[in-house]
Nanobody
Framework: EVQLVESGGGLVQPGGSLRLSCAAS????????MAWVRQVPGKGPEWVSG????????FYAEAVKGRFTISRDNAKNTLYLQMNNLEPEDTAVYYC?????????????????WGQGTQVTVSS
């Protein structure tokens, strides 16, 4: 059974930083490109970032480019999202997601496998 478990969310002031983690199990993590997607209640999901299975290619939405960094540790079956200079507009539930057809450079919002999400709130 595929499992994706996010952690690391919380409440942070504008300008602050958070590091999200996504622990993967039940599939060969190193064989899948991975994505981070966020969603605000009442709005549709928004693709945030993607990464190739090797980690060699990383891709970002314009809204987060230069502030967020996606990375992965295939030996630990873990995906990360380092978020710096956070803004109130970054407030959302953040999900890691994937499926066998996903390419990390494509800003998709529909996936077969999702985590349960972790809440990020940016507020003073």
């Amino acid at each position: 059974e595929v499992q994706l478990v996010e952690s690391g969310g919380g409440l942070v002031q504008p300008g602050g930083s958070l590091r999200l983690s996504c622990a993967a199990s039940g599939f060969t993590f190193g064989s899948y490109d991975m994505a981070w997607v966020r969603q605000v209640p009442g709005k549709g999901p928004e693709w945030v970032s993607g990464i190739y299975r090797s980690g060699a290619g990383t891709f970002y939405a314009e809204a987060v480019k230069g502030r967020f960094t996606i990375s992965r540790d295939n030996a630990k079956n873990t995906l990360y999202l380092q978020m710096n200079n956070l803004e109130p507009e970054d407030t959302a539930v953040y999900y890691c997601a994937t499926d066998e057809y996903y390419r990390g450079d494509y800003p998709r919002t529909s996936y077969e496998y999702w985590g349960q999400g972790t809440q990020v709130t940016v507020s003073s």
